[in-house]
């Protein structure tokens, strides 16, 4: 899915709101979906014998439970793959599953990150493919914790058709884009961050897009310090 560079079609006023939750969720927060909500062939990458490392946590296993429940009885439900989200995230980072020591997910954390994508992809399907701004959010935090650049940068080209004014919603579209070697829209996300930046900061911006095209691991670090 490619964003619309373009797009005008409203106004935000959570500019600062989304600065902050840009810094910090990549250390862990988690934004939590409310609600409930799978059948089909689907099922058993959800569930897979329980929570896995959720166990070591007895309110999240309830919470990834509940949740599995819910999209049992519920499968059309967005709002239910969107709780399951939220509860494989907080499976995910719990201290059986991260590790604080090192700031990284253990294996099993990156399985329930995993089923929380999958819970994404099916998320999506049941909105046509038009998500709202917690559940990209939800998304772009499991892709990061799984180093899946490409990933993160599918999540930001939702945020930004939400908040196409934000230019720090660009600004980590092109460095995720970049750290994923895709130039093309790395370029055409870092000329919109541009544009919409503020004029003082406009060739700090431009140069920092420069060296995270270069490289790809200097993109990354871009992306680890800024989303």
Known sequence: ????LRSR?????VRIVYVFLALVMGGGLILVGVGTGTGGGLLNAFTNNGSGGSNANPLVAKQVKAALKATQQHPESATAWKSLMNARLSEAQTSANYSST?????????????????????????????PDITAAELARSMYQGLG???GMSSAYQYIVKLEPKLPGAYTCLAYTAYAGSASQLGDLAAAKAVSLSPKLQ????????????QTASTAQTYVSTYC
């Open 148 to 150: 899946d650049y490409l």
């Open 1 to 4: 899915m490619l964003f619309d």
């Open 202 to 213: 406009k060739l700090s911006l431009q140069q920092s897009f420069t060296k995270a095209k």
């Open 9 to 13: 079609r409203r106004q935000t006023t």
């Open 102 to 130: 090192t700031n990284e997910y253990k294996a099993s954390g990156k399985t329930a990150l995993n089923k929380g994508i999958a819970a994404w992809k099916q998320y999506l399907k049941v909105t046509s493919n038009k």
